[in-house]
């Protein structure tokens, strides 16, 4: 089974400042990782994800995550905001064998000018 | 590649009524996913779908929830009767396991109101 934790459902940063999304994840199999952003109004979409090998992944609109096992970790990050990136931000973690993901709550990044 | 096709994207019906929501995801796409999103509950799977085959149904709330996939470019869920309770987003999403392990493309919702 695999479980989704997002640490925060809302988080605030000045335009220009770094973002840290956090994400914790349990799997009882080597998982498949994934960010995904959803603006207002629109379905999700993918960010970035993890499958296998270089676990520093890059995505997007300049976000990367880096895969931390021992942590069981995936935190999201962006080293400057911009006021595009405000939206909900959903992590969620897939079994390898499995076809459905299991997704976190969701945490609203805000960004203020 | 289109991408994932919802209709109607909104629709506002009263309560009792029979509602149908249609989905055509990308075309090679294996699996298919129903997801509701409020703002109580935030994003639930209902059902999915591996080749056209219901494989887990466990978050269809009730028995007036029913979803099905005659063929693999086209599936529709249906509220029979339906309730406020039911007002809600509904999202489908497919994916493939040969062109990306699991990742899902989202269409762009449906927001259904019941009055």
């Known amino acids: 089974a695999q479980s989704v934790t997002q640490l925060g459902s809302h988080v605030s940063v000045s335009e220009g400042a770094l973002v840290l999304l956090r994400c914790n994840y349990s799997s009882s199999v080597p998982p498949y990782l994934f960010w995904y952003v959803q603006y207002p109004n629109q379905g999700l979409q993918l960010l970035l994800k993890?499958?296998?090998?270089?676990?520093l992944v890059k995505g997007i609109n300049g976000f990367e995550a880096e895969f931390k096992k021992s942590e069981t970790s995936f935190h999201l990050t962006k080293p400057s905001a911009h006021m595009s990136d405000a939206a909900e931000y959903f992590c969620a973690v897939s079994a390898t064998n499995a076809g459905k993901s299991t997704f976190g709550d969701g945490t609203t990044l805000t960004v203020k000018p | 590649d289109a991408g994932v096709i919802q209709s109607p994207r909104h629709e506002v019906t009263e309560m009792g009524q029979e509602v149908t929501l249609r989905c055509k995801p990308i075309?090679?796409?294996?699996?298919l996913f129903w997801y509701r999103q409020t703002m109580m509950r935030g994003l639930e799977l209902l059902i999915y779908f591996n080749n056209n085959v219901p494989i887990d149904d466990s978050g269809m709330p009730e028995d007036r929830f029913s979803a099905k996939m005659p063929n693999a470019s086209f599936s529709t869920l249906k509220i029979q009767p339906s309730e406020p309770r039911d007002s809600a987003v509904y999202f489908c999403?497919?994916?493939?396991?040969?062109?990306?392990?699991?990742?899902?493309?989202f269409g762009p919702g449906t927001r259904l109101t019941v009055t």
């Open positions: 993890y499958t296998t090998g270089a676990t």
């Open positions: 999403a497919s994916s493939s396991r040969d062109r990306g392990p699991h990742e899902q493309y």
């Open positions: 075309s090679g796409h294996d699996y």
